[in-house]
């Protein structure tokens, strides 16, 4: 079996954003010389997701309004009283980053099938920033033969 260990840095730019992470993704499956195995992604960011959707511009508008809707920036949450945290005073009021990447994921695990990765027509893995802008780095391995 082989492995393979990547790292991938991601430069964000806006409070929320995507990054279709799916043509790296690919080229590394190339490198790696896995035709038959797994390819999985890891963010270590709590304010970061990983998911397998649509990379279509109104649906990630969607998903925005739907996050923020769900977990509203400034609700009065206990994670944004910086005052009686013991943090840098300069501390980001993100509790709202956090809980909407409690409601996605940190980790995917795509299948690689005839040394391509096995996603759906229109499914792409998108790194999903919450609170950016920010450097983020996103861990892959993959195994296979």
Same mark, same amino acid.
């Given at each position: 079996?082989?492995? #393979?260990?990547?790292?991938?840095?991601?430069?964000?730019?806006?409070?929320?954003?995507?990054?279709?992470?799916?043509?790296? %993704? +690919?080229? %590394?499956? +190339?490198?790696?010389?896995? +035709?038959?195995?797994? #390819?999985?992604?890891? *963010?270590? &960011?709590?304010?970061?997701? %990983?998911?397998?959707?649509?990379?279509?511009? +109104?649906?990630?508008?969607?998903?925005?309004?739907?996050?923020?809707?769900?977990?509203?920036?400034?609700?009065?949450?206990? &994670?944004?009283?910086?005052? %009686?945290?013991? *943090?840098?005073?300069?501390?980001?009021?993100?509790? &709202?980053? &956090?809980?909407? #990447?409690?409601?996605?994921?940190?980790?995917?695990?795509?299948?690689?099938?005839?040394?391509?990765?096995?996603?759906?027509?229109?499914?792409?893995?998108? @790194?999903?920033? @919450?609170?950016?802008?920010?450097?983020?780095?996103?861990?892959?391995?993959?195994?296979?033969?």
């Amino acid at each position: 079996m082989r492995t #393979a260990h990547y790292t991938l840095p991601v430069r964000t730019g806006a409070a929320f954003e995507t990054h279709d992470l799916t043509p790296r %993704l +690919r080229e %590394l499956v +190339r490198e790696a010389g896995v +035709r038959e195995g797994l #390819a999985v992604a890891s *963010c270590g &960011h709590t304010t970061t997701a %990983l998911v397998v959707n649509e990379n279509e511009p +109104r649906l990630v508008e969607d998903l925005r309004r739907f996050l923020t809707r769900l977990a509203p920036p400034g609700a009065g949450y206990l &994670h944004d009283d910086i005052e %009686l945290r013991d *943090c840098p005073p300069d501390e980001p009021r993100n509790a &709202h980053a &956090h809980l909407a #990447a409690m409601l996605l994921n940190s980790t995917e695990v795509i299948a690689i099938a005839g040394g391509e990765l096995a996603l759906g027509t229109w499914q792409s893995l998108l @790194l999903v920033e @919450l609170d950016g802008p920010r450097e983020r780095t996103v861990r892959v391995q993959i195994l296979g033969q």
